[in-house]
């Protein structure tokens, strides 16, 4: 693995045009893409890694979106931007400035390559948001290639997202 593909697994932030700020990973598998696409999108293997989706499954479709591993689980609305099975998924949330995030898949020597990009506001905390959402692309991780699923948040927090993020762990 190289510095530059373990950097984008475990987020890399750059700044649009614009001033916004992109955080994006990438993750692979051996596995096919409707196998990931699968643990993306079907309710029993999603409930197993990020949470519940109550809501109509296609574009402009809306429901609830709840991360129930999350101390304190809300469910929250969610849209449905653009879903092309088994390649693009692209969800927003409502009444949240820039909390879209895209979700793309595609094969390349012989893997499945995940595409994780959420584009924030200039003066966002992104290191905070890109700690959870490496931790929850861990546990996509358990899911799809049976690796052993990370360990609480707190424990998470104090052995990676800390000294990669920079973040305080409290301690």
């Given at each position: ?22 955080l994006e990973f990438h993750r692979s598998w051996p596995d096919p ?78 893997r499945t390559v995940l595409r994780f990009r959420q584009v924030f506001a ?50």
């Amino acid at each position: 693995m190289t510095v530059q593909d373990a950097m984008a697994r475990r987020g890399v932030v750059t700044t649009e045009a614009d001033g916004r700020q992109r955080l994006e990973f990438h993750r692979s598998w051996p596995d096919p893409v409707e196998d990931v696409w699968s643990a993306l999108t079907e309710p029993d293997r999603m409930a197993r890694w990020i949470g519940t989706y109550d809501g109509e499954r296609a574009p402009g479709g809306t429901g609830t979106f709840t991360m129930t591993h999350e101390q304190e689980p809300v469910g929250e609305v969610m849209t449905v931007v653009d879903c092309e099975p088994p390649r693009r998924l692209v969800v927003s949330w409502v009444g949240q400035d820039d909390w879209t995030v895209e979700l793309d898949l595609w094969r390349e020597d012989g893997r499945t390559v995940l595409r994780f990009r959420q584009v924030f506001a200039a003066d966002a905390d992104v290191a905070d948001f890109a700690a959870g959402w490496h931790w929850y692309l861990d546990k996509l991780d358990a899911e799809v290639g049976g690796r052993p699923v990370p360990r609480d948040w707190d424990a998470f927090a104090a052995d990676v997202a800390a000294p990669v993020y920079g973040m305080s762990t409290g301690s």
